[in-house]
């Protein structure tokens, strides 16, 4: 694919710019979620990127028109966006849900913070349904 696939990193900081608007206490309650836990956990990410990596490579591979393979290009991000608003739109409503019944006024990503905050991300994979990752073997 053309990009990194990360959707919900600009949803989390919208949630986070949304929540911090009430954040004029001195101290606010910071959550962080790993997004590259649920990245690859989440079956339901697992499969909507395998199939965008997929049908990228089949039109880069088919041996069409150049016309015709700027459509299937065009129907491919269209797809991809479909995609991304709605993976998007999950991990926002359970960051958001959590974090209000928690009172967090900031929640932002682990992979971008150097220390602190609670970890939320257990409770996201609860929300979105993604099943526990086995523990590695010894």
Request: contains cysteine; charged residues 25%; hydrophobic residues 40%.
């Amino acid at each position: 694919m053309t990009q990194t696939y990360r959707p919900w990193l600009l949803a989390l900081g919208a949630a986070a710019a949304i929540m911090a608007s009430g954040c004029a206490q001195a101290h606010s309650r910071i959550a962080v979620v790993r997004v590259s836990e649920l990245e690859q956990n989440w079956p339901k990410f697992q499969n909507y990127y395998n199939q965008l990596q997929a049908n990228y490579q089949a039109i880069a591979a088919s041996k069409t028109s150049a016309a015709e393979k700027a459509k299937a290009l065009k129907q491919f991000q269209d797809e991809e966006k479909r995609w991304n608003d709605e993976v998007t739109g999950d991990v926002r409503a359970a960051v958001t849900d959590i974090a209000k019944k928690r009172n967090y006024q900031i929640v932002v990503t682990k992979e971008g913070t150097a220390y602190g905050g609670d970890d939320i991300t257990r409770d996201v994979m609860k929300a979105l349904n993604i099943p526990e990752p086995s523990p590695s073997p010894k």
